[in-house]
């Protein structure tokens, strides 16, 4: 149980283009989905916090307007990276949660998403 | 401030041979969640092991073992017996306990190489 996916899992696109990448919780309700990004040999930096049905709430330097985040269902969040640049080149996490009684409601993980800007 | 210090970027050893790694952390709160993570070089993080702030037990799973000390803000990771299967990147993260504070601040990560 408890398995994300991302779609796609690589993709290549020309720099000024815009790619959009999915995020689906496979078998339970996400309440709320993270991503994250991280580039080569470096750690996963959080982007935003996404809750279904409202608007995501953007780490400190990280421009909305040009990662869009959408969460319009329980199952599923995308970002879009508009106006790609080479230095948008990377890694893109996303992880899934869904709000449980217990203390602490555990992030799961999708495999990841790398992006190549050319 | 949360924080997640791993002060080894790289660690190499031969295969067999045992190997820690560090994690310090930095949190305000009284009560919080520490992880480790794996990243094998496919990306896709395999969840190891989270332990509650209150729960300051050493833990052992097979070859995995954890040491957690909260007098010195640490929680490292032991691989006992080490195989080429281990080498991969090792995140060591924190989060808070409250739901709409429950971000996962990770460490920079240990890349571990275990050589033949």
């Known amino acids: 149980g408890a398995v994300v996916s991302q779609h796609p899992s690589w993709v290549i696109c020309k720099s000024g283009t815009s790619v959009k990448i999915e995020c689906r919780s496979l078998?339970?309700?996400?309440?709320?989905m993270f991503w994250y990004r991280q580039f080569p040999k470096q750690s996963l930096m959080l982007m935003a916090t996404?809750?279904?049905?409202?608007?995501?709430?953007?780490e400190q330097g990280v421009e909305k307007d040009k990662f869009l985040i959408n969460h319009a269902s329980l199952t599923l969040s995308t970002l879009t990276v508009t106006s790609a640049h080479p230095e948008d080149s990377s890694f893109y996490i996303c992880?899934?949660?869904?709000?449980?009684?217990?203390?602490?409601?555990?992030?799961?993980f999708g495999p990841g998403t790398r992006l190549t800007v050319l | 401030a949360q924080k997640v210090t791993q002060a080894q970027t790289e660690i190499s050893v031969v295969e067999k041979e045992d190997v820690t790694l560090d994690c310090v952390y930095e949190?305000?709160?009284?009560?919080?969640?520490l992880f480790w993570y794996k990243q094998p070089p496919s990306g896709e993080l395999v969840f190891l092991i989270r332990?509650?702030?209150?729960?300051?037990q050493n833990e052992i799973s097979g070859r995995y073992s954890w040491n957690f000390q909260k007098s010195t803000s640490s929680f490292n990771f032991t691989i006992t017996a080490s195989q080429v299967v281990d080498s991969a990147v090792y995140f060591c993260?924190?989060?808070?306990?409250?739901?709409?504070?429950?971000?996962?601040?990770f460490g920079q990560g240990t890349r571990l190489t275990i050589n033949p």
């Open positions: 992880s899934a949660r869904y709000l449980r009684g217990s203390s602490y409601n555990e992030q799961f």
């Open positions: 078998d339970f309700q996400a309440t709320t």
């Open positions: 996404s809750n279904e049905g409202s608007k995501a709430t953007y």
């Open positions: 949190t305000r709160d009284t009560t919080y969640y």
């Open positions: 332990r509650n702030s209150f729960d300051e």
């Open positions: 993260a924190l989060s808070g306990v409250i739901q709409g504070a429950q971000k996962l601040v």
